[in-house]
Protein backbone atom coordinates (compact mmCIF):
# COMPACT_ATOMS: atom_id res chain seq x y z
CA UNK A 1 0.00 0.00 0.00
CA UNK A 2 1.23 3.39 -0.94
CA UNK A 3 2.17 5.78 2.20
CA UNK A 4 3.68 9.00 3.22
CA UNK A 5 4.94 8.88 6.48
CA UNK A 6 6.44 12.46 8.35
CA UNK A 7 8.72 13.35 11.44
CA UNK A 8 8.60 14.02 13.88
CA UNK A 9 4.72 15.23 14.21
CA UNK A 10 5.90 18.54 16.22
CA UNK A 11 9.46 20.25 16.24
CA UNK A 12 10.01 22.99 18.17
CA UNK A 13 13.28 25.28 17.82
CA UNK A 14 15.06 28.18 19.03
CA UNK A 15 15.80 31.30 16.19
CA UNK A 16 18.88 30.15 14.83
CA UNK A 17 18.64 26.48 15.33
CA UNK A 18 19.00 24.06 11.85
CA UNK A 19 17.48 20.87 12.04
CA UNK A 20 15.79 18.50 9.23
CA UNK A 21 12.26 17.59 8.70
CA UNK A 22 11.70 13.97 7.37
CA UNK A 23 9.42 12.20 5.01
CA UNK A 24 9.41 8.52 4.18
CA UNK A 25 7.67 6.71 1.10
CA UNK A 26 6.47 3.99 -0.15
CA UNK A 27 4.91 3.91 -3.03
CA UNK A 28 5.13 2.36 -6.65
CA UNK A 29 6.66 4.71 -9.03
CA UNK A 30 7.29 6.95 -7.79
CA UNK A 31 6.64 10.42 -10.12
CA UNK A 32 7.49 13.49 -8.06
CA UNK A 33 7.70 14.59 -4.49
CA UNK A 34 6.19 17.89 -3.12
CA UNK A 35 7.25 20.31 -0.19
CA UNK A 36 4.27 22.55 1.16
CA UNK A 37 3.96 24.64 3.53
CA UNK A 38 0.63 25.45 5.68
CA UNK A 39 -0.40 28.38 8.07
CA UNK A 40 -3.30 28.25 10.93
CA UNK A 41 -6.11 28.46 9.58
CA UNK A 42 -5.30 28.86 5.52
CA UNK A 43 -4.68 26.76 2.50
CA UNK A 44 -1.30 25.05 1.81
CA UNK A 45 1.57 27.26 -0.39
CA UNK A 46 3.83 25.09 -2.69
CA UNK A 47 7.50 24.86 -2.10
CA UNK A 48 9.44 22.25 -4.08
CA UNK A 49 8.61 19.28 -6.30
CA UNK A 50 11.77 16.83 -6.76
CA UNK A 51 11.80 14.34 -9.61
CA UNK A 52 14.63 12.49 -9.00
CA UNK A 53 17.34 10.75 -6.23
CA UNK A 54 20.25 13.01 -5.15
CA UNK A 55 17.77 15.93 -6.09
CA UNK A 56 18.07 19.28 -4.26
CA UNK A 57 16.12 22.32 -4.42
CA UNK A 58 16.52 25.78 -2.37
CA UNK A 59 14.88 28.77 -0.94
CA UNK A 60 16.07 31.09 1.52
CA UNK A 61 16.32 29.12 4.57
CA UNK A 62 15.12 25.67 3.14
CA UNK A 63 16.39 22.74 1.18
CA UNK A 64 15.19 19.86 0.43
CA UNK A 65 16.97 16.88 -0.77
CA UNK A 66 15.60 13.49 -1.92
CA UNK A 67 16.47 10.00 -1.74
CA UNK A 68 14.71 6.64 -2.96
CA UNK A 69 13.21 6.24 0.29
CA UNK A 70 12.99 9.49 1.96
CA UNK A 71 13.45 13.50 1.38
CA UNK A 72 14.54 16.01 3.83
CA UNK A 73 13.48 19.85 4.69
CA UNK A 74 15.89 21.38 6.20
CA UNK A 75 15.91 24.46 7.77
CA UNK A 76 19.08 26.47 8.41
CA UNK A 77 18.82 28.86 11.05
CA UNK A 78 15.24 29.22 11.06
CA UNK A 79 13.34 32.60 11.95
CA UNK A 80 10.11 33.06 13.95
CA UNK A 81 8.10 33.23 10.93
CA UNK A 82 9.06 29.87 9.31
CA UNK A 83 6.86 28.52 12.17
CA UNK A 84 4.28 26.69 10.07
CA UNK A 85 2.95 23.33 9.01
CA UNK A 86 5.27 21.39 6.44
CA UNK A 87 3.16 19.26 4.20
CA UNK A 88 4.87 16.02 1.95
CA UNK A 89 2.69 14.88 -1.16
CA UNK A 90 3.86 11.93 -3.06
CA UNK A 91 2.45 11.45 -6.40
CA UNK A 92 2.61 7.71 -7.77
CA UNK A 93 1.95 5.95 -10.59
CA UNK A 94 -1.48 6.77 -11.88
CA UNK A 95 -0.86 10.29 -10.94
CA UNK A 96 -2.79 9.51 -7.76
CA UNK A 97 -0.91 12.22 -4.79
CA UNK A 98 -0.77 10.90 -1.61
CA UNK A 99 0.25 13.87 1.43
CA UNK A 100 1.38 13.00 4.55
CA UNK A 101 0.30 14.12 8.34
CA UNK A 102 2.49 16.67 8.22
CA UNK A 103 4.62 18.88 10.67
CA UNK A 104 4.44 21.59 13.20
CA UNK A 105 7.23 23.64 13.03
CA UNK A 106 7.42 25.84 16.12
CA UNK A 107 10.35 28.21 15.89
CA UNK A 108 10.75 30.54 19.15
CA UNK A 109 12.73 33.92 19.69
CA UNK B 1 -4.30 38.87 -8.59
CA UNK B 2 -4.83 35.78 -9.91
CA UNK B 3 -5.98 32.83 -6.82
CA UNK B 4 -8.56 30.64 -5.81
CA UNK B 5 -11.43 32.38 -3.88
CA UNK B 6 -13.06 29.94 -1.14
CA UNK B 7 -16.36 31.00 0.81
CA UNK B 8 -17.76 30.98 3.33
CA UNK B 9 -15.01 30.64 5.37
CA UNK B 10 -16.65 29.41 8.22
CA UNK B 11 -20.23 27.55 8.08
CA UNK B 12 -22.37 25.77 10.81
CA UNK B 13 -24.83 23.07 9.62
CA UNK B 14 -27.53 21.75 11.73
CA UNK B 15 -28.38 17.62 11.18
CA UNK B 16 -29.56 16.37 7.63
CA UNK B 17 -29.01 19.72 6.11
CA UNK B 18 -26.72 19.99 2.86
CA UNK B 19 -24.29 22.71 2.19
CA UNK B 20 -22.26 23.58 -0.50
CA UNK B 21 -19.18 25.26 -0.38
CA UNK B 22 -18.47 27.91 -3.20
CA UNK B 23 -14.66 27.62 -4.86
CA UNK B 24 -13.59 30.43 -8.11
CA UNK B 25 -10.39 30.15 -9.38
CA UNK B 26 -9.16 32.95 -12.19
CA UNK B 27 -5.74 31.28 -12.78
CA UNK B 28 -6.96 29.67 -15.92
CA UNK B 29 -6.48 25.83 -14.87
CA UNK B 30 -7.86 23.14 -16.48
CA UNK B 31 -7.97 21.25 -13.43
CA UNK B 32 -9.80 21.53 -9.96
CA UNK B 33 -9.72 19.72 -6.93
CA UNK B 34 -11.72 19.24 -3.85
CA UNK B 35 -9.55 18.08 -0.53
CA UNK B 36 -10.59 17.49 3.03
CA UNK B 37 -8.16 18.21 6.40
CA UNK B 38 -8.75 16.67 9.42
CA UNK B 39 -6.62 16.73 12.42
CA UNK B 40 -3.31 14.42 12.53
CA UNK B 41 -4.21 13.43 9.09
CA UNK B 42 -3.17 13.94 5.41
CA UNK B 43 -5.22 15.39 3.01
CA UNK B 44 -7.65 13.27 1.43
CA UNK B 45 -9.18 13.97 -2.62
CA UNK B 46 -12.53 14.07 -2.48
CA UNK B 47 -13.67 14.85 -5.89
CA UNK B 48 -11.58 16.25 -8.28
CA UNK B 49 -12.19 17.34 -12.42
CA UNK B 50 -9.76 18.07 -15.26
CA UNK B 51 -11.87 19.39 -18.00
CA UNK B 52 -15.51 21.62 -17.71
CA UNK B 53 -18.75 19.12 -17.32
CA UNK B 54 -16.79 15.84 -15.94
CA UNK B 55 -15.59 14.62 -12.70
CA UNK B 56 -14.14 11.83 -10.85
CA UNK B 57 -14.37 10.52 -7.42
CA UNK B 58 -11.32 10.68 -5.29
CA UNK B 59 -10.58 8.14 -2.10
CA UNK B 60 -13.57 9.61 0.14
CA UNK B 61 -16.42 10.55 -2.34
CA UNK B 62 -19.44 9.06 -0.75
CA UNK B 63 -21.72 11.85 1.09
CA UNK B 64 -20.03 14.99 -1.49
CA UNK B 65 -21.63 15.88 -4.77
CA UNK B 66 -19.63 18.61 -7.14
CA UNK B 67 -20.55 20.42 -10.36
CA UNK B 68 -18.22 21.46 -13.50
CA UNK B 69 -20.43 24.19 -15.12
CA UNK B 70 -17.65 26.42 -15.77
CA UNK B 71 -14.03 26.21 -16.03
CA UNK B 72 -13.69 28.90 -13.18
CA UNK B 73 -16.05 27.11 -10.70
CA UNK B 74 -16.30 23.74 -8.50
CA UNK B 75 -18.77 24.03 -6.23
CA UNK B 76 -18.86 21.24 -3.75
CA UNK B 77 -21.89 20.06 -1.59
CA UNK B 78 -21.96 18.35 1.51
CA UNK B 79 -24.91 16.24 1.95
CA UNK B 80 -26.55 14.87 5.09
CA UNK B 81 -25.77 11.93 3.80
CA UNK B 82 -21.69 12.67 5.08
CA UNK B 83 -21.83 11.19 8.75
CA UNK B 84 -18.74 12.94 10.09
CA UNK B 85 -18.60 16.57 7.18
CA UNK B 86 -17.36 18.49 10.61
CA UNK B 87 -13.32 19.32 8.83
CA UNK B 88 -11.41 21.57 6.88
CA UNK B 89 -12.06 21.72 2.97
CA UNK B 90 -9.53 22.88 0.94
CA UNK B 91 -10.27 23.37 -2.96
CA UNK B 92 -6.95 23.46 -5.13
CA UNK B 93 -6.48 23.52 -9.18
CA UNK B 94 -3.61 23.03 -11.48
CA UNK B 95 -2.43 24.12 -14.87
CA UNK B 96 -3.33 20.57 -16.17
CA UNK B 97 -4.22 16.95 -14.61
CA UNK B 98 -0.53 16.03 -15.69
CA UNK B 99 0.93 18.54 -12.88
CA UNK B 100 -1.19 16.97 -9.77
CA UNK B 101 1.84 17.60 -7.74
CA UNK B 102 1.92 21.38 -8.12
CA UNK B 103 -1.51 22.66 -6.53
CA UNK B 104 -2.88 26.36 -5.74
CA UNK B 105 -4.75 26.02 -2.73
CA UNK B 106 -7.77 28.31 -1.60
CA UNK B 107 -7.65 29.66 2.27
CA UNK B 108 -10.25 26.86 3.04
CA UNK B 109 -13.50 26.24 4.61
CA UNK B 110 -14.00 25.17 8.06
CA UNK B 111 -17.27 23.09 8.65
CA UNK B 112 -18.56 22.58 11.90
CA UNK B 113 -22.00 19.90 12.29
CA UNK B 114 -24.45 21.53 15.90
Known amino acids: EDQVTQSPEALRLQEGESSSLNCSYTVSGLRGLFWYRQDPGKGPEFLFT???AGEEKEKERLKATLTKKESFLHITAPKPEDSATYLCAVQATGNKLIFGAGTRLAVHP | DGGITQSPKYLFRKEGQNVTLSCEQNLNHDAMYWYRQDPGQGLRLIYY???????QKGDIAEGYSVSREKKESFPLTVTSAQKNPTAFYLCASSIAAANTGELFFGEGSRLTVL
Open chain 1, 50 to 52: LYS
Open chain 2, 49 to 55: SQIVNDF
